[in-house]
């Protein structure tokens, strides 16, 4: 069973930084890939981020683009969000989430708890 743990949020001002862990465990970590999902009060749950199982291949929402890196140690099964020069909007709660195949896609079938992100003003 494929289970998957945040952390690292917390509070930070506008400008700062943080960053997040997801630690994997349950089936080979190293092939498959993972990403990360955000979600405000009152909105749905958007893409933030997705790397591949190597970790050569990135992607990112255009809002986050320039600002959060996603980066994995396979040694570790976990996967990293960095998020630099956060916003007010970057307020949410951040789930990791992995997809039942190796390759990444638009409805990942794993999810972890979450762990809230808010940033002050």
């Known amino acids: 069973q494929v289970q998957l743990v945040e952390s690292g949020g917390g509070l930070v001002q506008t400008g700062g930084s943080l960053r997040l862990s997801c630690a994997a465990s349950g089936r080979a970590f190293g092939n498959y890939a993972m990403g990360w999902y955000r979600q405000a009060p009152g909105t749905e749950r958007d893409f933030v981020a997705a790397?591949?199982?190597?970790?050569?291949?990135?992607s990112y929402a255009a809002s986050v683009k320039g600002r959060f890196t996603i980066s994995r140690d396979n040694r570790k099964n976990t996967v990293y969000l960095q998020m630099n020069t956060l916003k007010p909007e970057d307020t949410a709660v951040y789930y990791c989430?992995?997809?039942?195949?190796?390759?990444?896609?638009?409805?990942?079938?794993?999810w972890g708890q979450g762990t809230q992100v808010t940033v002050s003003s």
């Open positions: 989430a992995a997809p039942s195949t190796a390759v990444w896609g638009d409805n990942p079938s794993y």
């Open positions: 790397i591949s199982w190597s970790g050569v291949t990135t």
